[in-house]
């Protein structure tokens, strides 16, 4: 549902000195030729080292981990740290954190090789989870969102996130509020790391937490690629900026992208006498204006591309471009006193609850089910209310 956002990229200065020293070494004059060095390298990680940083110094990546591992393996603690930044440098973090979690658990190498750094980085937490407080609001919670980590960087940008909401003009206006951070390891919850799709997650690692924490969203910082809401989660990357964060926030509330969807998108959201707070399908605004107790004089019509693929007019109510045509620009007021309307109903947001609901009746499992339905039922969501009176 969102746009391309926040590329992942390597930052060089994280590996410029462990790259540089692999590179002179491999320089060095080799006094074995490869069958040799390579035999020896069998049970030699000193060896399995030279190999290694031959193979980094002739750009062959796989061949040099392979040869980083191998030393790591046999006991050779710093053979173990490049291996572990090369592996994330080649195949991303969750990798790097299933490998080294198959080690730990078949003792090919030592708890004691990696330190609680290294771990958290990973997402391999132990008993060093961080903890992260949550943020209440001085006019109440009217909508109540569960923030969910699973590696230090989510850890580390939420704090600085968080921060930033309460200190800005217009989101700090909002009574929305974060409960403490769940955390959970990054080889569980299983976010992808691809830059050119939709991060996607192992979600039902979180029915626990869904089923009984006291929130109606999710708010998942973790993995790598396009930002989204969808069904109650809010998946952002583990770099995400405020401003991305405000654009998706803004789904949450019901606010619709003014950018051109997919075919997909469009059949399911631009359909005439839909009831979005930026969007109005179609050219009346009757209703709209009865709706959201506005005088015409409030709103300045300005058509936009959203339908298109559909062959469908839309018109934002603002005339200035803004954030949820390009998440970087800026909140319009209407747009604001809209979201703090929407807020006045959180009973009309869809909760999480009733989407885990949905999934638990796929796989015919009616007592969690129930389980969620009366969740989503308590906060006051008339679907989940209809749907128990049926059952």
């Not at 930044?85 to 004691?112: F, H, K, V």
């Not at 690629?225 to 509330?253: C, T, W």
Request: one cysteine or more.
């Amino acid at each position: 549902m969102s746009r391309n956002i926040l590329v992942q990229r390597f930052i060089k200065s994280r590996f410029t000195g462990f790259f540089a020293f692999l590179l002179l070494s491999a320089c060095q004059p080799v006094n074995n030729n490869q069958a040799e060095l390579m035999r020896r390298a069998a049970d030699d990680p000193v060896a399995a080292v030279t190999l290694a940083s031959q193979r980094l110094a002739s750009a062959e990546y796989d061949a040099a981990l392979r040869w980083f591992r191998h030393a790591a393996l046999l006991g050779d603690d710093i053979a173990l740290h490049h291996a572990l930044q090369l592996q994330q440098r080649e195949q991303g973090r969750l990798a790097t954190a299933q490998w080294l979690q198959q080690q730990l658990d078949s003792n090919t190498i030592n708890n004691a090789a990696v330190n609680l750094a290294q771990r958290a980085e990973l997402g391999l937490w132990q008993q060093n989870k961080p903890r992260i407080a949550g943020i209440s609001h001085a006019l109440g919670c009217k909508l109540t969102l569960q923030p969910v980590i699973s590696q230090q960087a989510g850890a580390d940008n939420w704090q600085s996130l968080s921060q930033q909401w309460q200190q800005d003009p217009q989101l700090s206006q909002l009574p929305v509020c974060f409960l403490p951070v769940y955390t959970l390891d990054s080889t569980v919850l299983g976010c992808t790391e691809s830059s050119d799709t939709l991060i996607q997650c192992h979600y039902r690692a979180l029915d626990t937490v869904v089923e009984t924490g006291r929130f109606s969203q999710l708010l998942v910082i973790a993995g790598r690629g396009k930002a989204s809401y969808n069904n109650g989660i809010l998946q952002l990357p583990d770099n995400a900026d405020l401003a991305l964060f405000r654009h998706e926030f803004m789904h949450v509330l019901g606010f619709v992208d003014e950018y051109p969807l997919t075919e997909q998108a469009a059949i399911a959201i631009c359909k005439p006498g839909m009831r979005y707070p930026n969007l109005i399908i179609g050219d009346n605004s009757t209703a709209y204006l009865q709706h959201w107790q506005l005088a015409p004089e409030d709103i300045a019509l300005t058509a936009v591309k959203t339908c298109q693929s559909i062959g469908q007019q839309a018109y934002r109510v603002v005339s200035a471009t803004n954030v949820m045509r390009f998440y970087e620009l800026g909140l319009p007021d209407l747009y604001l006193a809209l979201a703090q309307q929407v807020l006045q109903n959180p009973q009309q947001l869809m909760p999480v609850q009733y989407y885990f609901a949905y999934l638990a009746r796929q796989q015919q499992s009616w007592l969690q089910w129930q389980q969620f339905m009366q969740r989503a039922s308590e906060q006051g969501y008339a679907d989940a209310q209809q749907a128990l009176a049926v059952d």
